[in-house]
């Protein structure tokens, strides 16, 4: 066994940068919650009152000559008046300190209330989920011992949108000591009576069925429907039903109207449903003027940090243990890092904001069909940073303006050219073929090669049948033939 000696260059990432990257990529959200836990876990990090203090804050920690934290010298030619008297001072600075507070976090007096005891009793509990809602319910339902054991059973295996998943044989044959299959098929059709209506179907059509005949009205024809006709429902195929049914047309439409106000998701009627907050993280408006825009961040809710001044000063102090002082100059290091990475996140949030601004112009002005390609490459050389910093700056970021609440990375798009060479994005393409489609004649509606023409004449360019496909299926639009109505 020899040894070997070799070169070779590796970039590692201070860290700085990469705590400079994490909060680059927060949304305003997640970064006030990362401010909380700064705030938690970092003792010299504290709230400022408004900017200037932060700002003056940051100008003392940077701070090196100051009379307080001059180096004591003590020399024969001179009484030292001026040294001792100092030392005196900040001795009674920290002793003060000391006494006044244990911690530089404002204390709650006995008699304030407790914001998060507030916060924890003003929150709505928790929705029952559809489990205990069915399970609930069927501790009601007046059955045999084996029915009750098999009804909970099917129960556990009935999945959020309320179908059951499993086949009876399935269940009996992991549960044959327990109930048989005639058990498991008497507690089904008691679970299907349960509340929401529909909820224990094993498809979408015993859903439906189960919904007519729970329902207010006489939905006899609808079930008929169902039953005997439904390969040809699926197809579209309503000319056929009518002939076979021996009725008009208008029949079966008023039918398939009446039947599109059941649910075929019963089951997500109950249940917690978490629809997480967006929050803008820049705001687009026009200036006074009306030529332009005025950008801005939307950041009026993230807090103003500082370096406690006290234990700047202590962090300085050579009076003070090693230990301490090397424990106060990292956290006070850490602190620093992470308000200049707060303020690097506003500079180069702002900076690629405004080149998308520029740069969609038009969108701002007249909307989606405006929308041009835009690749990151474009923006991370006007602001002057690498592509991955651009990624990372739009990341769950969203802009406020006049369409609405965007996602940031929404503008950044590919596309191609029409007939006179302009640019036009895929975006742009996408809301022109949904106009079309939602301007055509219903009972002749456009296959996918009279949408590429009608593309073609709305000005986006010469665009492949195959790509109009690709983007109808990606936009959930049916085809020609099931878009048709009779």
Known sequence: MTGQMRMEQRMKLAPRMIQSMEVLQLPLLALQEKIEAELNSNPVLELAEDSSETDTAVAETNSVERVDQ?????????????????????????????????????????????????ALQNTAAGQQSLHEYLTDQWRLVEAEEPVKAAGQKIID????????????????????????????????????????????????????????????????????????????????????IARKMNCSLDQVNHAIARMSKLDTSPGLQ???????????????????????????????????????KFYSKMARDRGIDDKTRDFLQQNIRSAQWFMDAIEQRKHTLLKVAQVV????????????????????????????????????????????????????????????????????????????????????????????????????????????????????KLMNIPTARFRKKY
């Open 70 to 118: 001059a180096e004591l010298v003590v020399r024969e030619d001179s009484n030292n008046v001026d040294d001792f008297e100092r030392l005196d001072s900040l001795g009674e600075d920290f002793s003060e300190y000391i006494e006044s507070t244990a911690s530089i976090r404002p204390t709650r007096s006995s008699g304030d209330p407790d914001k998060k005891m507030e």
């Open 357 to 472: 601004v520029d740069h969609q112009r038009e969108f701002f002005d007249k909307g989606q069909l405006y929308l041009k390609p835009l690749p990151m490459a474009t923006v991370a050389d006007a602001v002057g940073v690498h592509i991955a910093t651009v990624s990372r700056a739009v990341a769950g970021k969203y802009v406020q303006c006049s369409q609405g609440v965007l996602p940031l990375r929404g503008f950044f798009t590919g596309g191609t050219e029409d007939q006179n060479g302009e640019s036009k994005s895929w975006d742009a393409i996408r809301a022109k073929l949904q106009q079309i489609v939602d301007a055509e004649d219903k009972s002749d509606p456009l296959n996918d090669d009279q949408l590429r023409d009608k593309l073609a004449e709305a000005g986006m360019g010469n665009i492949a049948r195959r790509t109009v496909a690709k983007y109808r």
């Open 157 to 240: 295996y009935i999945d959020d949108k309320g179908y059951l998943t499993v086949r009876l044989e399935q269940l009996c044959i992991a549960d044959k000591n327990d109930f048989t299959v005639d058990y498991l098929q008497q507690a089904l059709r008691l679970v299907q009576g349960l509340e929401p209506t529909g909820i224990g179907a094993r498809d979408v059509r015993e859903c439906l069925l189960i919904q007519m005949a729970q329902f207010s009205e006489d939905m006899t024809f609808e079930m008929h429907m169902i039953l005997h006709h439904w390969d040809d429902l699926l197809e579209n195929r309503l000319p056929q």
């Open 270 to 308: 109950v249940g917690r449903q978490d629809n997480h907050p967006i929050t803008a993280d820049v705001i687009v408006e026009p200036n006074e003027s009306g030529d332009g825009y005025t950008i801005s961040l939307a950041d009026t809710h993230v807090p103003n940090l500082r370096v406690n």
